[in-house]
């Protein structure tokens, strides 16, 4: 194929923000584009084959519009735009960044950064229950959190539920010194983290007293009928589909309930179903009922945790390939098993 050549204009001011600390970002465009860059007095030239450097040129003019706008490009952004690169997909950081859910206590903007992440926030605004599904990482809680609040104070709703199923990652705690709030408080550490950064601890602490924000066990939903409330489910693969069922037929008048769920990390006792897997099938085609599902793509925590997400991902499918083949390896064994028996 033809090489091509191609000058982009980068101004001096966003230059170390989009080329990175010691041109890193530079260097994994040019490695996983196979294009070569070489600055020069506030240009950069890219080198290669037209398809991979119109690729390339794409790519760093969205790092560049992200700096216009006063983002500090991360390696999240990079690592995302090269994927959709190369997947051939246009990359559109631009219109995702421009979706500013809320600010933190501190002032930082809390906005979706991907595809999947920008589709279930839309979903949220749409639909009255949303199942947010994806691997750990992918801003789940998070934007569901966000979202809470901000209909909190802008009064859509008078009060946050937030909840999930007490069950431990794999370990036995015991028994856990402590009141009753003591013994939950673990469980629910990652809902707090979520409210304090947002909210802050203050306004957290006043609303709980005034009981406009609950966090609580899921057992703790039985029997309760949650009006003009935003009910956020965490950790939903957890539940029994007794306690799926059970938690969605609480909905009241103007609520709206988020269940976020990551399909490949379940705490369940061996043999048990989940209620997360349940609901998914049964549910699918109620309308107002929204499904985002989001992928290794989505994830936005340090570049290292899509890598680890990945390789899980395709150990377990390689192990159910096996599993496939052993299976089909007895099922034809007890077959011919079979067949001498009859002709005995």
């Given at each position: 194929?033809?090489?091509?050549?191609?000058?982009?204009?980068?101004?001096?001011?966003?230059e170390?923000?989009?080329?990175?600390?010691?041109d890193?970002?530079?260097?994994?465009?040019?490695?996983?584009?196979?294009?070569?860059?070489?600055?020069?007095?506030?240009?950069?030239?890219?080198?290669?084959?037209?398809?991979?450097?119109?690729?390339?040129?794409?790519?760093?003019?969205?790092?560049?519009?992200?700096?216009?706008r006063?983002?500090?490009?991360?390696?999240?952004?990079?690592?995302?735009?090269?994927?959709?690169?190369?997947?051939?997909?246009?990359?559109?950081?631009?219109?995702?960044?421009?979706?500013?859910?809320?600010?933190?206590?501190?002032?930082?903007?809390?906005?979706?950064?991907?595809?999947?992440?920008?589709?279930?926030?839309d979903?949220?605004?749409?639909?009255?229950?949303?199942?947010?599904?994806?691997?750990?990482?992918?801003?789940?809680?998070?934007?569901?959190?966000?979202?809470?609040?901000?209909?909190?104070?802008?009064?859509?709703?008078?009060?946050?539920?937030?909840?999930?199923?007490?069950?431990?990652?794999?370990?036995?705690?015991?028994?856990?010194?402590?009141?009753?709030?003591?013994?939950?408080?673990?469980?629910?550490?990652?809902?707090?983290?979520?409210?304090?950064?947002i909210?802050?601890?203050?306004?957290?602490t006043?609303?709980?007293?005034?009981?406009?924000?609950?966090?609580?066990?899921?057992?703790?939903?039985?029997?309760?009928?949650?009006?003009?409330?935003?009910?956020?489910?965490?950790?939903?693969?957890?539940?029994?589909?007794?306690?799926?069922?059970?938690?969605?037929?609480?909905?009241?008048?103007?609520?709206?309930?988020?269940?976020?769920?990551?399909?490949?990390?379940?705490?369940?006792?061996?043999?048990?179903?989940?209620?997360?897997?349940?609901?998914?099938?049964?549910?699918?085609?109620v309308?107002?009922?929204?499904?985002?599902?989001?992928?290794?793509?989505?994830?936005?925590?340090?570049?290292?945790?899509?890598?680890?997400?990945?390789?899980?991902?395709?150990?377990?499918?390689?192990?159910?390939?096996?599993?496939?083949?052993?299976?089909?390896?007895?099922?034809?064994?007890?077959?011919?098993?079979?067949?001498?028996?009859?002709?005995?």
């Amino acid at each position: 194929m033809a090489i091509m050549e191609t000058l982009i204009e980068i101004p001096a001011a966003h230059e170390a923000n989009v080329f990175g600390q010691l041109d890193s970002y530079i260097k994994k465009i040019e490695k996983a584009l196979n294009v070569t860059m070489v600055a020069r007095d506030g240009t950069l030239k890219l080198i290669g084959e037209a398809a991979d450097v119109k690729q390339a040129e794409a790519v760093l003019m969205q790092l560049l519009e992200l700096s216009r706008r006063g983002n500090q490009v991360t390696e999240q952004n990079v690592n995302y735009a090269l994927g959709m690169a190369l997947e051939h997909r246009t990359p559109d950081l631009v219109s995702i960044d421009s979706d500013i859910i809320c600010h933190t206590i501190q002032g930082k903007p809390v906005k979706p950064k991907t595809a999947g992440q920008k589709q279930y926030i839309d979903l949220i605004r749409k639909k009255m229950i949303v199942f947010g599904i994806g691997p750990a990482g992918t801003g789940k809680t998070y934007l569901a959190m966000a979202m809470a609040i901000e209909a909190f104070k802008r009064d859509e709703v008078s009060r946050i539920i937030l909840t999930r199923p007490a069950i431990e990652a794999g370990e036995k705690l015991g028994f856990l010194p402590g009141d009753l709030q003591s013994k939950v408080d673990p469980y629910l550490r990652p809902l707090y983290d979520a409210l304090y950064q947002i909210m802050g601890a203050e306004s957290y602490t006043r609303n709980v007293e005034k009981g406009l924000i609950e966090v609580a066990p899921l057992a703790y939903m039985r029997g309760r009928t949650l009006d003009n409330s935003y009910i956020i489910l965490d950790e939903a693969q957890n539940t029994t589909p007794a306690q799926m069922k059970m938690f969605l037929t609480r909905i009241g008048f103007g609520s709206k309930v988020i269940v976020t769920g990551d399909l490949t990390q379940k705490d369940l006792p061996y043999g048990t179903k989940s209620g997360l897997d349940q609901a998914l099938d049964v549910l699918k085609k109620v309308e107002d009922i929204g499904f985002a599902y989001m992928t290794n793509q989505d994830v936005v925590r340090h570049p290292l945790v899509q890598q680890i997400v990945t390789a899980y991902d395709d150990f377990e499918k390689k192990q159910e390939r096996r599993r496939k083949v052993e299976d089909a390896k007895q099922t034809e064994s007890r077959y011919k098993d079979k067949n001498r028996e009859t002709h005995r």
